[in-house]
């Protein structure tokens, strides 16, 4: 069946770099797109951004300039990196493939 | 960007009632090819968001026929029926017609 799973550090210093892996299973990654999306504690669902079945990304415009999607296909492994955090980007962070099927979310702390 | 505007429920919801939601996008979300890009999310509390409706009016898989969604090219809505306690959460409608994809900010629903 259909599974992701995110992982990354819990913990990141501000103005470090954020690393998150989303390892899929159910699927292959040169068939379906896999989405980044984010939820601060206790707010709303914020879309981050995409890899596409061929490779190609989207990126949400408000994080472009930071963000980085990309994938290791026979790893089943798509990773996020974004750079210069700071404390609004404490969230949980959610891999999801298309609408109706989501990862059960990473909690990531930016604090020092 | 798309905006979508979601509407408060006059909480708390009697168990058994009916409740309706509202969204409006700032955008038609109806296509050239007659489909509204156009879903709806129930997040449990503790939960990933988990698709109930999407194009606007198609209930996901395995979703109780309790929920419906209706709407136009720009104002939604998702009527409940009968409310039950498992349908207590924060419901967010989202547009799929164009990157960025964009969410509602959430309406909670509590259980009377």
């Known amino acids: 069946q259909v599974q992701l799973k995110e992982s990354g550090p819990g913990l990141v210093q501000p103005s470090q770099t954020l690393s998150l892996t989303c390892t899929v299973s159910g699927f292959s990654l040169t068939d379906y797109s896999v989405h980044w999306v984010r939820q601060p504690p206790g707010k709303g669902l914020e879309w981050m951004g995409r890899i596409q079945s061929g490779g190609s990304t989207d990126y949400n415009s408000a994080l472009k300039s930071r963000l980085s999607i990309s994938r290791d296909t026979s790893k089943s492994q798509v990773f996020l990196k974004m750079n210069s955090l700071q404390t609004e980007d404490t969230a949980i962070y959610f891999c999801t493939r298309g609408p109706d099927y989501w990862g059960q979310g990473v909690m990531v702390t930016v604090s020092s | 960007d798309i905006v979508m505007t979601q509407g408060a429920l006059p909480n708390p919801v009697p168990s058994g009632e009916s409740a309706s939601i509202t969204c409006q996008s700032s955008?038609?979300?109806?296509?050239?090819?007659?489909?509204?890009?156009l879903n709806w999310y129930l997040q449990r509390p503790g939960q990933s968001p988990q698709l109930l409706i999407y194009?606007?009016?198609t209930r996901a898989s395995g979703v109780s026929d309790r929920f419906s969604g209706s709407g136009s090219g720009t104002d939604f809505t998702l009527k409940i029926s009968s409310v039950e306690a498992e349908d207590v959460g924060v419901y967010y409608c989202?547009?799929?017609?164009?990157?960025?994809?964009?969410f509602g900010a959430g309406t909670k629903l509590e259980l009377k």
């Open positions: 194009w606007m009016s």
């Open positions: 955008k038609s979300l109806l296509h050239s090819n007659g489909k509204t890009y």
């Open positions: 989202q547009q799929f017609l164009e990157y960025p994809r964009t």
